[in-house]
């Protein structure tokens, strides 16, 4: 992205500025150096596959995380299917993994706190 980004920005200054040996001064380096970004990301390797079992197997660290004026938690759902949903309170520190995305309203469990309720 940044490539291209740099050879429209030194393309767009060459052309919307009128012959100057400043303005090829700046555009000319922009240019290049977006050729040279663009040659570099081509070049690249591919990057790893993604290990469906790891994603799945994923749980936040079950720690206690600190009272803003309210209970805090951490909520995580995996995009993946099957979705999966991981809410951590944080006053207890009690961890639930859910089967489907997040629900409306939770109370945790462990404490009998309502962490959230949607309208």
Known sequence: MSGWACIVIGSGIILSSGPSSMVLAVAAPISISGVALLMAAIG??????????????WTPD????????????????????????????GRCGNLEVLNGPKPSKYICHECEILLWEEE
């Open 44 to 57: 690249m390797g591919q990057t790893e596959e993604i290990n469906h079992d790891e994603i799945h197997a």
């Open 62 to 89: 079950a720690d206690l995380l600190p009272d803003a004026g309210g209970p805090m938690f951490r909520v995580d759902t995996t995009l993946i299917a099957p979705m999966k949903t991981s809410i951590l309170c």
